[in-house]
């Protein structure tokens, strides 16, 4: 999306995290070029249990100050790996 004041926003979906390393701003098409950032996944017990308490806490949050979710399908809150925190 082009702002008014030429700024260009972007939204960008990945299997993993990412540095950037060039951008290709030319017209019709933008690109990138991104090198993957290696995630360091640990399978302690410990990091499990107090990830799965943060997620806990952080949904009882939000339906205390009664956050609207609309039109979400799924909150990072709910993914499948309980070690990744979102």
Avoid: Q, W
Avoid at 51 to 70: A, M
């Amino acid at each position: 999306m082009r702002l008014h004041n030429g700024t260009i926003k972007a939204l960008f979906e990945a299997k993993t995290r990412g540095r950037l390393i060039e951008a290709h701003m030319e017209e019709p098409h933008f690109a990138a070029v991104v090198k993957p950032i290696p995630e360091n996944v640990s399978k302690a017990p410990e990091l499990i249990a107090l990830s799965k308490n943060v997620r806990t806490e952080f949904k009882r949050y939000l339906k205390d100050v009664k956050r609207r979710t609309e039109g979400v399908d799924k909150l990072s809150v709910d993914s499948d790996e309980p070690t990744y925190p979102c």
